[in-house]
């Protein structure tokens, strides 16, 4: 929308706004793999698919139970959350010709 009307604004403020926006807790951020961050809107707990054809991200509802590895005692330590990023080929993909 700011560049259809003919405005800039520059790449730092971006992402202050959004570490402002995450620091708040209204937006989680999500590491993909290397160049790949995801910022989305905070609420239900989901994992996500990254195609590593087409690059398409996709949420992937969590289940109910916690893995065992979410349990994991690390001495001296408190986990308070995990991210699991799901890595292959998308059904799309899949059906293209090899």
Same mark, same amino acid.
């Given at each position: 929308?700011? %560049?259809?009307? *003919?405005? &800039?604004?520059?790449?730092? !403020?971006?992402?202050?706004?959004?570490?402002? #926006?995450?620091?708040?807790?209204?937006?989680?951020?999500?590491? %993909?793999?290397? *160049?790949? &961050?995801?910022?989305?809107? !905070?609420?239900?707990?989901?994992?996500?698919? #990254?195609?590593?054809?087409?690059?398409?991200?996709?949420?992937?509802?969590?289940?109910?139970?916690?893995?065992?590895?979410?349990?994991?005692?690390?001495?001296?330590?408190?986990?308070?959350?995990?991210?699991?990023?799901?890595?292959?080929?998308?059904?799309?993909?899949?059906?293209?010709?090899?």
């Amino acid at each position: 929308m700011l %560049a259809a009307d *003919g405005g &800039t604004v520059q790449r730092t !403020s971006v992402y202050n706004a959004l570490r402002a #926006l995450a620091d708040a807790g209204l937006v989680r951020v999500v590491q %993909a793999g290397p *160049g790949t &961050t995801l910022y989305e809107l !905070s609420g239900s707990d989901h994992h996500h698919f #990254l195609c590593r054809h087409c690059g398409e991200i996709a949420d992937v509802p969590a289940g109910s139970e916690v893995p065992p590895l979410l349990n994991i005692d690390i001495p001296g330590a408190r986990v308070e959350s995990a991210q699991v990023v799901f890595r292959g080929i998308c059904a799309g993909c899949l059906q293209l010709p090899l």
